[in-house]
């Protein structure tokens, strides 16, 4: 469903992202590690075709991003590490307008956002300005216009990041959920904790460089402990 | 002392830090902008020589005459820094993030406001300072002036003249704000647009130019007699009557006479910056609050504004089947809308464009232009056509040029869904270009109108309009999405960056490249009409064709530029 092949992005002569590739199959959890600077947010740029990688591929359910770019753009939702929103904008009318980006019906826009409210709890804000969030507002807000249109994947930075400990629940079993109903995740993170609660299968990044990529196993569980392992390779 | 310098030296290593970039792109930009900026000063110098040399040498208005005319311009000079400062420094003085932060270190609020208010001076002044000086020297070069002249001019004269203009205007804004939070904002701002368009209507009204030289020629030859009655009281307390003063009196050797000029120049300037730090000390903290509470407060408050057939979700119309055929379009168009309408420092704007348009519409129709000798006829033409064209570039520059910067960051959304950014640009062309031309040829039509200009020519200044209005919403469209600053969210501050100073002057290049295009077989029209009642278009024929190849080979290079710019990395 998410396929990088030998993936490289150089901002002048720094590289930031070195040859990566990576396949994740439909209905996966994906991980993505790595400590500050390692290149997760310029890997999941260039997925997303907000970077075009300087060499390599990303192929999203099998379309180039950056030369079929329309197609692959259909099939996944995107939630940026800060959830920047139009600060004149409703939440509702964000969604309308994501919606009508992604060419919906305003009768299904209308309805998705009817279930996104509950599932988000967002009642209390919607119809408010997005100049008067919290960044946990705008965070779920941000979700549900990535899941508004039924994407094939869903590629996430940084999910958890800035939410209370009730939104973090609600996001969590959404995306468990969704997971369970066939949606594909890209997730990067820090939270050591998500991944071992949420992840399938992951990869750690280190200096633009995939250094480890593990599943797993029977038991649902990863070998060893996974904050001592990241430690240790990332040192 | 040493946190302010502190916090100074920061900023202008920052700055030099990213002029002397060296990757291939910012190199680009540095020689682009120095070849600009450059070609554009050597052109206002050899502008301001040729006229200072016309009005002397040619017309004999004499030095006085000629420095009342250069008061008249200063004054000019003077609103628009004052304007540009006021405009600029509410976003930086009161809204930048930076002050948020500063404001957290133990630094006085005074020193705040000294730091914001040279960062404010300079992001919004130097484009004008460098038009000044260039006059100033073109001026100077006539009279053959030493070079210790043009140092003292720029430094002791020049400098504390614009320095006048910012320290008003950043006091005007700061007193502003601490009377809206006793009357209101909206009140305060109607009675401030009215106070401030009657000054200048009576400035112009006692300092008319029509009137002056009518006066003055009365006495002719004996100019001096109408020394004595020339000058309106109110106008000896201006800055810019002290500046030519002083230039007046230098330029025919008087020192004694010039050096009180200087001082009132000086004293006036530090004992306004020492006033700035008084105030500052006392209202710049309280202001700066109220502004914070006036910006958390204002979502709050529901906008009673509403067209039902423009909102999101509304049922599709009449209006979507002939202008938002597909729901992309639909959504695109109803975002820009309700950001535009929902954001006063956009709409305010555009309704003080509209007034200064009017203004300018109703002084043409109190000129008598249509009269006189075919060089007359050919300079009012162009005059009034060049006026049209820069009221067109500041409407394209201050609406046009920030359309792609206020994607902002949030350009993520639009970026990561399934929209061809072609399209994308196209759209915002589209909407751009058709508000620009009813901009234009209302202005072209009715100032020609006014003029009295013959059905033939209202054909020509309508058509070279339109290639005018195409071709400057194209550049600046091209430019904005070169120079893009998505992490800037006031549009002021983007329409005064330095990429859209640079886009300004190409701007102007182009409206003096039209100029020169129409000048020689313009007057030869116009000798033809002398002579026989119908003919003479045949000149005019070629020159539009001209302008219009040029005009369409800018416009495909700026969108070629601003399509491959948005195309671009999103950072």
């Not at chain 1, 307008?97 to 992604?102: A, I, M, R, W």
């Not at chain 2, 920052?14 to 000063?41: E, M, P, V, Y």
Request: charge should be positive; proline fraction near 3%; aromatic fraction near 14%.
């Amino acid at each position: 469903m998410i396929e990088l092949r030998n993936v490289t992005k150089k901002f002048g002569s720094f590289v930031a992202v070195d040859n990566i590739s990576l396949k994740i199959e439909k209905g996966q959890f994906f991980g993505f590690l790595g400590p500050n600077g390692a290149g997760k947010t310029t890997t999941i740029k260039m997925m997303t075709g907000l970077y075009e990688p300087s060499g390599g591929q990303c192929l999203i359910d099998g379309h180039n991003i950056h030369s079929n770019s329309l197609p692959a753009k259909r099939s996944f939702g995107y939630v940026p590490d800060q959830p920047f929103l139009y600060e004149k904008l409703t939440g509702r009318e964000f969604l309308y307008f994501v919606g009508g980006l992604f060419q919906l019906p305003p009768e299904t826009i209308a309805q998705r956002t009817e279930e996104v409210m509950g599932r988000f709890e967002l009642g209390g804000f919607i119809d408010k300005r997005a100049e008067e969030y919290s960044q946990g507002m705008r965070q779920r807000i941000v979700l549900s216009a990535a899941l508004l249109h039924d994407p094939k994947v869903l590629i996430i930075d940084e999910p958890i990041v800035g939410l209370d400990p009730r939104s973090a629940r609600l996001v969590k079993d959404t995306l468990k959920q969704k997971t369970r109903e066939g949606l594909t995740v890209f997730m990067s993170t820090h939270l050591l904790e998500i991944v071992e609660e949420l992840c399938d299968r992951i990869a750690i990044i280190k200096s633009g460089r995939i250094i480890h990529e593990e599943a797993q196993n029977e038991a649902k569980q990863f070998n060893g402990h996974l904050e001592e392992m990241f430690l240790e390779l990332t040192k | 002392m040493r946190e302010l310098l502190l916090v100074l030296n920061l900023k202008s290593a920052s700055f030099l830090k990213g002029l002397l970039r060296l990757d291939a792109r910012s190199l680009f930009k540095t020689l682009t902008s120095l070849l600009i900026f450059g070609g554009f000063a050597v052109g206002m110098f050899l502008l301001s020589r040729g006229v200072t040399t016309y009005l002397l040498d040619t017309a004999h208005i004499g030095s006085f005459l000629f420095h009342r005319f250069l008061s008249m311009l200063l004054y000019v000079f003077f609103v628009t820094v004052n304007v540009g400062n006021i405009i600029v420094c509410y976003a930086t003085l009161y809204r930048s993030q930076e002050v948020d932060f500063l404001m957290s270190l133990p630094i006085s609020h005074a020193k705040i406001f000294l730091i914001k208010f040279v960062d404010n001076f300079f992001y919004s002044s130097s484009t004008l300072a460098l038009i000044g000086l260039a006059v100033l020297l073109g001026y100077g070069s006539y009279f053959n002036l030493p070079w210790y002249f043009y140092f003292f001019s720029v430094f002791f004269i020049f400098m504390p003249f614009m320095l006048i203009a910012g320290v008003v205007a950043v006091l005007t804004l700061m007193l502003l704000i601490k009377i809206a939070t006793r009357v209101g904002v909206r009140l305060l701002l109607a009675v401030m647009v009215t106070v401030y368009v009657s000054v200048i209507y009576v400035y112009f009204r006692t300092t008319n130019p029509v009137q002056l030289v009518g006066e003055v020629m009365k006495h002719y030859p004996d100019v001096n007699a109408y020394f004595g009655y020339l000058d309106p009281p109110l106008v000896r307390y201006l800055p810019n009557h002290w500046v030519t003063e002083f230039l007046y009196w230098s330029v025919n050797g008087n020192v004694e006479r010039a050096i009180p000029y200087f001082l009132l120049l000086m004293l006036s300037t530090v004992g306004l910056i020492v006033l700035a730090g008084l105030l500052a000390r006392k209202y710049y903290y309280k202001t700066w609050l109220a502004a914070s509470d006036a910006q958390a407060m204002k979502g709050m408050k529901r906008s009673s504004f509403r067209l039902r057939f423009l909102e999101f979700g509304s049922r599709p119309g009449v209006f979507h089947s002939f202008f938002l055929r597909s729901p992309q379009a639909e959504a695109l168009f109803k975002r820009d809308f309700w950001m535009f309408f929902r954001d006063p420092s956009q709409w305010l704007h555009l309704l003080l464009m509209v007034v200064i348009i009017l203004i300018f519409l109703s002084s043409i129709a109190s000129f008598e232009l249509h009269v006189g000798q075919p060089l007359m006829r050919t300079v009012s033409f162009l005059v009034v056509f060049l006026f049209n064209g820069f009221l067109i570039a500041s409407v394209a520059l201050r609406f046009v040029f920030p359309a792609v910067s206020l994607e902002s960051d949030c350009f993520w959304c639009v970026r990561t869904a399934p929209v061809d950014l072609k399209k994308l640009y196209f759209h915002k062309l589209r909407y751009a270009f058709v508000l620009t031309l009813i901009v234009t040829e209302v202005l072209v039509v009715g100032s020609a109108t006014f003029v009295g200009d013959d059905a033939f020519l209202l054909w020509v200044a309508g058509l070279c309009g339109a290639c005018m209005a195409f071709t400057l919403t194209s550049m600046h469209l091209g430019a904005g999405s070169y120079f893009a600053l998505y992490k800037e969210k006031n549009p002021i501050r983007v329409a005064s960056s330095h990429g859209a100073s640079l886009t300004f002057l190409g701007s102007m290049v182009y409206l003096g490249a039209i100029t020169m295009i129409l000048v020689v077989p313009l007057h030869q029209y116009f000798e033809s009409r002398m002579f026989t009642a119908v003919g003479g278009t045949v000149w005019l024929y070629l020159p539009v064709v001209v302008i219009a190849v040029l005009s369409l080979l800018i416009a495909c290079a700026s969108t070629g530029v601003g399509l491959k710019s948005i195309r671009g990395d999103f950072k």
